[in-house]
Each structure stands twice: as structure tokens, then as C-alpha cells.
């Protein structure tokens, strides 16, 4: 038989497990990578954007 604190700390158990697993990736240091390879393609698209139409300074002699 279940008591009332034996399901609170399974719950709190339940959660910690699905916080520390997101999506199914454990290590903290591969989300790491994800997010940066996400930031830096943002970078350089916002990066290609903001030059799309600038001039080539060589261009120009």
C-alpha cells in the first residue's frame, strides 16, 4: 500500500528523471554542443543578412 509521502517522492523521483533526460540525451556536455552549433548558425545568418548588400572594398579599385 501506497502512502501519501512514498507517491510525493516518486513524483519528485518522476520529475527529476524527465529534467535531467530531455529528449532522451543525458549528458549535459552534448545539449552543449547542440546549442552552440544552433547559436552559430544563427550568428552567420544574422551575419549575412545584416552584409547581403554591402560592396566589396576590392571591388570598388
Known sequence: MLTRDMVHFSTINQY?????QMFGI????????YLLCIGGALGCIIY???????KDPEEEN
Open 48 to 54: 549575412g543578412l545584416r552584409r547581403w548588400n554591402e
Open 26 to 33: 543525458d549528458d549535459p556536455q552534448i545539449w552543449m554542443a
Open 16 to 20: 527529476k528523471e524527465i529534467k535531467r
